[in-house]
């Protein structure tokens, strides 16, 4: 705020920068939404001092030290370790398979609008493109709408205990979360390579190839390592609804309450979830280079 | 090569950008198209090469109305014409070596396309085509870390592989520093004579037109306000030409001080009378 001449300070923004109408309004809004969420999602921090609550924690403090690191133990829970980062690989390479073709189809550009449709005019045409776009990005939407958790609870249903599940249950969530930043991605290149090979007279697959595909492949491979260091803390969780991986054995641990059990396998958690995700982003440092 | 009859393009928006321009253009003949910005010249270009479609008048490339094509027709008359453009229009993130080979893609199948991106067996296309804009050096170099300069020889690049009928370059110098503005105009116009290529330029700055040549079109308001070679323009033409465009005009004040400086310096090529 720079001074007037007579010493009160200006508003430097133009007039045009518009304030909203009615900022009561809004606060009075803002402040009944926090009341109404504290009172209805039960918010009451006294429960966590309660002797019984405090008495549970100092519990599970006590005797969860020292963590169990018997070689037993140890050797018992390589495999598990080893199936977390073989349910988060599989669920990804299958979230691959699901979100890029239906990435594609949600892309309005690549299916019924812009530079590579610019003759069909007619509705018919433009109707043939318009279908699978719509029905992709609506089947996108419901994949993405159901948290991974309650898709593994369905598919331990349909398929039975085990790493199978957690991987379709990642598989499909996930599938719905690259398609839509795939399309996402897609939408957004920069059209004035596109325009330049159009013109010269490239066909629609020569423009994908050298104008799409190289400002958006580095782009899906980062983001896709990024969904890769999600699905490993997802797969640990999603062993909790039977999915396998650790997570399937803190549960198994939490209910025999070998709480010792429990702290490794949370220190082994930890350290795995570190290495992915410092491997994670040294590979994307040098695959999307701005 | 080109014949223009009162050709226009009206926008969706309603904004009148081409309004009846009828224009003949030889084969190989060099021209250089200018006017203040805003007058339609970079929308005239996108109807040349074919890639807007004029909402009346007709466009006739080589005897053909171009407004009959079908799409693959349409398709192999716009590898004919190789267009540079202001801002390159590279992709930043592949190699020189697939930006420059991306001039065959009027040419090649798709699966011979695919295979190029994986391992360029036409370097030595590319390797030529690069010598002659200057930057040989460059082949394997990230496309965007080149300067503004090299990426514009790196378009140049393209179009030569492309080895068009006509170059359409659309304001090809308007984000380069003088000296080179001089280099790369000379360098357009050279390729294009050595070939035999018909060149219109669209040029933002007045003496570079004057100076390289012998064609100049001035368009203002979507029109063609004259068409003359550089020896006939006078200062009244090109103050009508861009009156009221304050900064545009600027340039012209070098005319005030005696006659037509630069007309004089207009070397003619070879083989082009005026």
């Known amino acids: ?270 350290a795995l979830v570190a290495a992915v995700d410092f491997v994670s982003a040294r590979l994307r440092g040098r695959i999307a280079r701005p | 090569m080109y014949e223009l009859h009162e050709l226009s393009k009206v926008f969706d928006g309603g904004t009148v950008a081409v309004d009846g321009v009828s224009l003949t253009v030889g084969r190989a003949e060099q021209a250089a198209v200018i006017g203040p910005s805003g007058a339609g010249k970079t929308t005239l270009f996108r109807l040349l090469n074919l890639t807007l479609r004029p909402t009346a008048g007709r466009l006739l490339l080589d005897g053909v109305d171009t407004a009959r094509l079908g799409e693959e027709a349409l398709r192999r008359q716009r590898g004919r014409i190789g267009t540079i453009y202001q801002h390159h229009n590279l992709v930043g993130r592949l190699r020189v070596v697939h930006n420059v080979l991306a001039g065959n893609l009027g040419r090649w199948s798709t699966p011979r396309a695919f295979w190029s991106l994986a391992r360029p067996r036409d370097t030595g296309q590319a390797e030529q085509a690069l010598a002659q804009v200057g930057i040989p050096e460059k082949l394997y170099a990230r496309t965007d870390e080149l300067s503004g300069g090299q990426q514009q020889r790196v378009a140049v690049a393209r179009v030569l592989v492309q080895d068009p009928d006509v170059i359409l370059a659309d304001e090809p110098v308007s984000s380069v520093d003088p000296s080179l503005a001089v280099t790369i105009v000379t360098l357009l116009r050279d390729l294009a004579h050595e070939s035999r290529k018909t060149l219109l330029v669209n040029l933002h700055s007045v003496d570079l037109a004057l100076a390289y040549f012998p064609r100049i079109i001035g368009v203002r308001e979507g029109r063609v306000a004259f068409d003359l070679s550089p020896d006939k323009i006078t200062e009244e033409l090109l103050r009508g030409l861009y009156a009221g465009h304050r900064d545009e005009e600027r340039q012209l004040e070098p005319f005030s001080h005696g006659s037509n400086p630069f007309g004089r310096a207009c070397r003619p090529l070879p083989g082009f009378g005026q």
């Open chain 1, 1 to 270: 705020m720079a001074p007037t001449p007579s010493g009160a300070p200006v508003d430097r923004f133009p007039a045009s920068v518009s304030k909203p109408a009615f900022p009561w309004l809004l606060t009075g809004a803002f402040l009944l939404t926090l009341w109404a969420s504290l009172r209805l999602a039960e918010v009451d921090p006294g429960k966590l001092l309660d002797p019984d609550a405090l008495g549970n924690v100092a519990r599970f403090a006590r005797e969860s030290v020292p963590p169990d690191l018997t070689p037993h133990f140890l050797g018992l829970m390589l495999r598990p370790l080893v199936e977390t980062v073989q349910i988060s690989v599989m669920g990804t390479v299958i979230a691959v398979l699901i979100g890029l073709p239906l990435g594609l189809l949600a892309t309005s550009s690549l299916t019924w609008s812009g530079i590579l449709h610019e003759r069909q005019t007619r509705w018919g045409r433009v109707l043939l493109g318009l279908m699978p776009y719509a029905v992709s990005r609506a089947v996108l939407s419901a994949f993405r709408s159901i948290p991974e958790y309650v898709w593994a609870f369905m598919f331990v249903r349909a398929v039975g205990l085990g790493p199978f599940p957690g991987v379709l249950a990642i598989g499909v969530a996930y599938g719905g979360i690259l398609g839509k930043v795939y399309s996402e991605i897609l939408e957004n290149v920069d059209p004035r390579p596109l325009e330049a090979l159009h013109a010269q007279g490239a066909s629609k697959a020569g423009i994908v190839l050298y104008g799409v595909l190289p400002q958006t492949v580095p782009l899906f491979v980062s983001y896709t390592l990024y969904r890769w260091e999600c699905a490993i803390r997802a797969s640990a969780i999603l062993g909790f609804v039977g999915a396998g991986g650790l997570g399937q054995q803190v549960e198994l641990s939490m209910r025999m309450f070998q709480f010792n059990e429990v702290l490794t396998l949370l220190m082994l958690l930890f």
